[in-house]
């Protein structure tokens, strides 16, 4: 896949398709990052890699670089983190048969978040969430959201989880229990990258440590959620560190109203550079 390389060349290494949770297919998401000024994106599906062939095709067609990345969904304690995963070996059976058993967890996560729906009184069927989220889609709660607001089972996408699936709400469900160590892992043996997502998520510098120590490439500095002191933290940090940066606009669509943030949060030829040169040291061990 082409990769932007001039010296104005605008990276988000966050972006999701109707394959996880996003609004756009594969190709509208390219067409509408190449229409915000971005030269190449990160395509970052919620555990699965299933938009990728489809962007490799796209890419020459569109003039839009393409980074093959994923985001895998972690718990640690109490919380749930997010690992992104740069450059990797889609195609890699062992990585694939991974991310297949995750899936089917989150199938099972929302048979259970819909279970607790319905004991209070709200009548959403599974089949109605699987519908809409397609049979290829790796299923979440915004599915779950985005079809409540659309059934009319609630006014909007951040009442669902504000009243009933966000941690701590009535319906509220953990992920599956996977550690964070086996997706950094993980992402290692597909010949890639990890990265911490939003790391103002739940993560303090201690969890941030034992995570460096489990092999993280990197961190997610530039992200919507970070205020502009926690994007100077994680930056500071990330060099005392000797971590890799990254960043983007985590952008969704649809429901979720984060339209603006396409094309405005995005980082420069030089984190991209930084990333190629852990790449070629890795390869050479």
């Known amino acids: 896949m082409k990769i932007g390389s001039d010296i104005a060349a605008r990276f988000d290494l966050h972006t999701h398709t109707t394959y996880s949770d996003g609004a756009l297919t594969t190709r509208e998401l390219m067409l509408r990052a190449r229409e915000s000024g971005l030269t ?39 919380y749930q983190l997010h ?13 694939l048969a991974r ?26 069927k599974l089949e109605s969430v699987m519908e809409r ?3 290829q ?23 669902v989880f504000h009243k009933y699936i966000g941690i701590g709400k009535p319906a509220y469900e953990a992920n599956h229990p996977f ?20 790391p103002s998520h739940y993560v303090n510098t201690d969890m941030l440590h034992q995570l460096l120590k489990a092999g993280l490439d990197g961190v997610e500095v530039i ?15 990330a060099d005392e560190n000797s971590l890799l940066k990254s ?17 405005k949060y995005y980082v420069g030829q030089d984190w991209l550079e930084a990333m190629y040169a852990k790449i070629g040291k890795r390869v050479i061990e």
């Open 137 to 159: 889609n790796s299923i979440g709660r915004p599915h779950i959201a985005n079809t409540m607001v659309e059934e009319g089972l609630a006014g909007s996408y951040d009442e």
């Open 83 to 95: 690992f992104l995963g740069y450059f990797i070996d889609y195609a890699n059976k062992k990585f």
């Open 247 to 263: 960043g983007g606009s985590d952008f969704h669509g649809g429901l979720k109203n984060d339209d603006a943030n396409i094309g």
């Open 133 to 135: 989220a397609g049979a």
């Open 223 to 237: 992200h919507p959620s970070h205020s502009p002191e926690e994007s100077v933290f994680y930056n500071k940090f």
């Open 179 to 198: 550690p964070p160590e086996e997706a950094i892992r993980m992402v290692s043996e597909a010949g890639g990258l990890s990265f911490l997502a939003h």
């Open 40 to 78: 190449t994106i990160a395509i970052s599906d919620h555990d699965t890699v299933s938009a990728l062939d489809e962007a490799r095709e796209y890419s020459e067609q569109i003039g839009l670089g393409v980074i093959p990345g994923i985001e895998i969904t972690t718990g640690y304690k109490r």
């Open 99 to 124: 991310l297949n058993e995750l899936r089917d967890a989150r199938v099972l996560r929302a048979k259970r978040i819909i279970a607790k729906l319905n004991r209070i009184k709200i009548p959403l």
